[in-house]
């Protein structure tokens, strides 16, 4: 399977706890996007990576949540001090190009906060 | 922020029917994009609209945009079972052009 692939698939943790999750993109694509998604809602953006540059960062990511691409590949989305708001569907999209190219979505992980 | 207002929210209907999912921009449309997306899972890409008037289709979903009405249509001709999911539009925002954002999706439910 050569598509966006994200692990893990779900994870259950205790408020206060840090978690972190993978995304590992298309192997050509040189962005990555971050989403965070509710139920019943559609994905809200949360940052952006053109190749290891973190170029957009939505005013959504607050201090608790990090997220790198070390070396223009895969990339890693923590959150510390988790809270109960915080559990979501949280999605991961490549792309390749410079302008409006597709964005192609991972599964998600599924994070819930107790 | 540019908002995606979709309608309807939620729809049944009959295997074999045609429906219509609406997707209107507060903002204008730089390029709309429709996505399929099942429970829990990730988002499946379906098409990519950039100039007004353009029209796609898909085996059987055709999707249009209007620029103008800063609108887009997503028609599903004769609906299966397969086609069940939630339809989210998507656009960029003017400022930046890469901020991505979505609508709040619509749910279809085919009866076989």
Redesign the interface.
């Known amino acids: 399977d050569t598509g966006v692939s994200q692990d893990p698939r779900h994870k259950i943790t205790k408020r206060g706890q840090n978690v972190t999750f993978r995304c590992d993109p298309i192997s050509e694509h040189n962005r990555l996007y971050w989403y965070r998604q509710t139920l019943g809602q559609g994905p809200e953006f949360l940052t952006y990576f053109q190749n290891e540059a973190q170029l957009e960062k939505s005013r959504l990511l607050s201090d608790r949540f990090s997220a790198e691409r070390p070396k223009g590949s895969f990339s890693t989305l923590e959150i510390q001090r988790t809270e109960q708001g915080d559990s979501a569907m949280y999605l991961c999209a490549s792309s390749f190009g410079r302008g409006r190219e597709t964005q192609y979505f991972g599964p998600g992980t599924r994070l819930l906060v107790l | 922020s540019q908002e ?1 207002e979709q309608s309807p929210q939620s729809l049944i209907v009959q295997e074999g029917k045609n429906l219509t999912i609406n997707c209107t921009s507060s903002k204008t449309l ?2 709309l ?1 429709w ?1 399929k997306q099942k429970y ?6 379906l098409m ?1 609209l ?1 100039k007004g008037g353009e029209e796609k289709s898909h085996e059987k979903i055709t999707a249009k945009l209007d620029e103008k009405k800063q609108q887009s249509s997503l028609h599903i001709t004769a609906s299966q079972p397969s086609h069940a999911g939630i339809y ?1 539009c ?1 656009a ?1 925002s003017p400022n ?10 619509t749910s279809l439910t085919v009866i076989p």
Do not use: A, S
């Open positions: 995606l730089y390029g994009y996505y829990g899972e990730g988002l499946i890409f990519m950039q989210l998507g960029r930046t052009g890469n901020q991505f954002y979505f609508g709040t999706g």
